[in-house]
């Protein structure tokens, strides 16, 4: 849809713009609003927060964008023993600081509720906030930008009040943000539909991987019980067996790391997830350090696989004939498979839900999951003759590239779709664009 444009526009003389509509006028976000942070009762006190009634918020609830759940809740002791403040229902919310992205993103509150001191809250006076809230979500890297990009540096209350902000009339806010909400609801459909059909299609990519590599690809074939009540029938001239009969697993060795800015590259779970072990960024060690490291068989060979067993567990890759030698870091082991099955089967087996759902029983760790060598050992597959592992390859490579094909289209179009909701935003808060005869459906905001 194509949009019309206000018939005039003047200077707008605010950092952050270069034109406004004639009749807007322009200001301080600390002109138009009141500022506070919130506070973080004591966790080691359990009384500020066990069987809690009050909502309070962290850091991570303005990825909501409209919030609408709590984090968790505090007590009314908590709330008054803490520098915690009740914010109103239809308060904004901005990220003072955060880990990754969270910084500087802008929330709306559609309930009464408090936060930690992290967060910046503004509360709009007279003007329309759900309109603020479109003009500081559009401004988020210049919000960001208002303190440094180190992680460490965060944004304050005396800066938020700094931000400058067009100012339309209260109708023409409200019709904007009427506007928006509209619109944004509509992509936003649009997006998540695209978001499904990607899910849908690694789900059936995950399922073809696992019928060929535990019932194979040729449907003229006998069957036979494989011995394991919860595998079932298997080809009957596929051996059931486990991964240690058909291969060698080494683990990596603890030693305190010597790192280098030249030397031998380490293989670790950053290095293990494409099809081939990456070392492009990976860090490096003495030769020294690298000659302890790949002691007793531990060095990889053309062929092996680099598992990552800890965080990242069930990571794989494949080392290639090009990869330069290098040793296994922390967290990784080692897969060196027999002549009798091929490394690029076992990769298709690492990733099936054969071990899939063998990894959710055997990994342990509530916070960072890990699972022991011993039991990477013990995996259960199906290992079909030599000849058949390459015709299911064959087949899985095809497989892959149409996957990977629909993906690569699923993902543009949600691409696009997000950059579109993005100028949108800005269009309209900026006055680029006049929304203001455009006729909402009732009941659609």
């Known amino acids: 849809m194509q949009y ?6 003047k200077p707008a003389r605010l950092e952050w713009i270069d034109v406004i509509p004639q009749h807007w006028d322009i200001t301080r976000l600390r002109l138009l609003s009141k500022r506070y942070s ?32 709590p984090s968790t809740y505090i007590t009314d002791l908590g709330l008054k023993e803490s520098s915690a403040k009740w914010i109103p229902k239809k308060a904004i919310i901005i990220a003072l600081a955060g880990q990754g992205k969270t910084k500087g993103t802008t929330a709306y509150t559609t309930f009464k509720t408090t936060c930690n001191q992290s967060m910046g809250v503004v509360v709009f006076e007279k003007d329309h906030p759900k309109f603020m809230y479109w003009w500081l979500t559009s401004q988020y890297k210049n919000i960001r930008g208002l303190a440094s990009d180190d992680g460490r540096d965060g944004l304050n209350l005396e800066m938020l009040g700094t931000i400058p902000c067009p100012l339309p009339s209260i109708d ?19 997006i998540n539909k695209k978001k499904d059909l990607i899910n849908k299609l690694e789900e059936k990519r995950l399922a073809m991987i696992t019928q ?7 449907k003229d074939v006998n069957f036979n019980h494989s011995g394991k009540e919860w595998l079932g029938d298997k080809p009957e001239s596929w051996k059931c067996s486990y991964l240690k009969h058909f291969s060698l697993i080494y683990d990596c060795k603890h030693l305190t790391a010597q790192f280098v ?13 494409g099809w081939y072990v990456d070392l492009t960024t ?45 040793a296994m870091g922390q967290d990784v082991c080692l897969i060196r498979a027999s002549d009798l099955l091929l490394p690029e089967f076992l990769m298709y087996v690492l990733n099936s839900k054969l071990i899939l759902q063998q990894l959710d029983l055997l990994m342990v760790g509530s916070t960072f999951k890990r699972i022991n060598v011993n039991d990477i050992k013990n995996f ?32 543009e179009a949600f691409r696009r779709l997000e950059e579109y909701k993005t100028a949108l935003i800005t269009s ?8 203001r005869n455009i006729d909402i459906p009732k009941g659609l905001v």
């Open 172 to 190: 023409e806010q409200k019709q904007i943000a009427t506007f928006l909400d509209y619109k944004t609801r509509q992509i936003d459909l649009l």
């Open 4 to 9: 019309i444009s206000y018939e005039k526009y």
């Open 282 to 326: 990976s860090k490096k060690t003495t030769y020294e350090y690298y000659h302890d490291l790949i002691a007793g068989e531990r060095k990889p060979k053309a062929g092996d696989i680099i598992y990552s067993r800890n965080a990242t567990v069930g990571e794989a890759a494949i080392v290639s004939k090009n990869t330069p030698d290098f």
């Open 261 to 273: 800015d030249d030397g031998y590259s380490l293989a670790s779970i950053a290095e293990v997830k």
């Open 212 to 218: 060929a590599v535990t019932k194979g690809i040729n």
């Open 428 to 435: 309209a808060v900026t006055g680029q664009i006049d929304v």
């Open 38 to 69: 919130g506070g973080t009762p004591s966790k080691d006190n359990q009384a500020y927060w066990q069987d809690g009634t009050i909502p309070w918020l962290n850091s991570g609830a303005v990825n909501q964008g409209m919030i609408t759940r």
């Open 380 to 411: 259960t597959l199906l290992i079909p003759p030599i000849e058949e592992q390459k015709q299911i390859i064959d087949y899985l490579i095809e497989v892959e590239n149409k996957s990977q094909s629909m993906a690569l289209k699923a993902s």
